[in-house]
């Protein structure tokens, strides 16, 4: 499925939080979206999502303005989303199948199937019957993760889904992510997994101002304008990949 966003823009008390930004998301692409905090990747995403009305531009899903389109096609995992009803985490998960259900179509094995696998992608089968406020700040982003994988999507909006994550989950989630073959456009802060991504858009102050391979993007010159930091590259002996370390511009 193809997301197109044309000329989107978001004021707030005639301050743009996003101002004109352009972007067609690729079928099957994993689109990493990075730049400084405030810099608008949130509030580019929840546009992208269909959360929140852009005040001037809009979003196409196969060429379809969004808001035609039923909203079980797109799934947002949000940078803090909170639930605070007590439920479990296997309920939480299911949530994830609300677009599915009508009248015509109650709750039936396929959408218990699709919250099972959900829960064993993120490596929560064993805390499924848990209450979910007391899971952990990693464990309930995984949840999060896992309902929006449950919902299956045809486009996966993810924002900073790893920031709570211990190594060998971050690593797992973007694993995941890239392997689902899904249409992705994930928030990253750190770049060496930005890397991994199939394109960058990079945001500054609202304005998307580059968008290319990663290679091509995260340039010393781009480094510096956008994150004011520079880079040394270091090549990784295992598999010749290139691994930045950053250090402060003065
Ligand atoms: N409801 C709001 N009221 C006031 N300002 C807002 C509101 N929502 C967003 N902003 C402002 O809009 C700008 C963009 O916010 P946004 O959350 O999109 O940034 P971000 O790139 O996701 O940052 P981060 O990396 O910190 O998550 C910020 O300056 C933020 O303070
Ligand atoms: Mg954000």
Same mark, same amino acid.
């Given at each position: 499925m193809m997301l197109i966003a044309r000329d989107l823009t978001r004021r707030l008390r005639g301050r743009a939080?996003? $101002? +004109?930004v352009t972007l067609d998301i690729r079928p099957a692409e994993m689109l990493g979206l990075i730049g400084p905090n405030g810099s608008g990747k949130s509030t580019l995403l929840r546009m992208l999502a269909g959360l929140v009305r852009p005040d001037g531009g809009q979003v196409a899903l196969d060429g379809r303005p969004?808001?035609?389109?039923?909203?079980?096609?797109i799934a947002l995992v949000a940078q803090s989303a909170e639930t605070?009803?007590?439920?479990t985490v296997r309920d939480a998960v299911a949530l994830g199948r609300t677009p599915w259900l009508d009248a015509l179509r109650p709750w039936s094995p396929a959408d218990e199937a699709h919250v099972t696998q959900a829960l064993a992608r993120v490596d929560l089968a064993h805390l $499924? +019957?848990?209450?979910?406020?007391?899971?952990s700040g990693g464990e309930r982003q995984r949840a999060h993760i896992a309902r929006a994988l449950a919902q299956a999507p045809r486009i996966l909006l993810l924002d900073?889904?790893?920031?709570?994550?211990?190594i060998r989950h971050q690593l797992a989630i973007l694993d995941l992510v890239g392997g689902l073959g899904l249409t992705t456009v994930i928030a990253l802060h750190d770049l060496n997994q930005a890397m991994r991504c199939d394109r960058l858009a990079v945001m500054q102050a609202g304005r998307l101002v580059a968008l290319g391979p990663p290679d091509r993007i995260l340039t010393a010159d781009l480094l510096a304008r956008v994150f004011q930091v520079r880079a040394s590259t270091l090549t990784d002996?295992?598999?010749?990949s290139r691994v930045m370390r950053f250090h402060p511009v003065v």
């Open positions: 939080l996003v $101002a +004109g969004l808001r035609t389109m039923p909203a079980r096609h605070s009803d007590r439920i $499924a +019957g848990r209450d979910w406020s007391t899971l900073e889904p790893t920031n709570h994550l211990d002996p295992q598999d010749g």
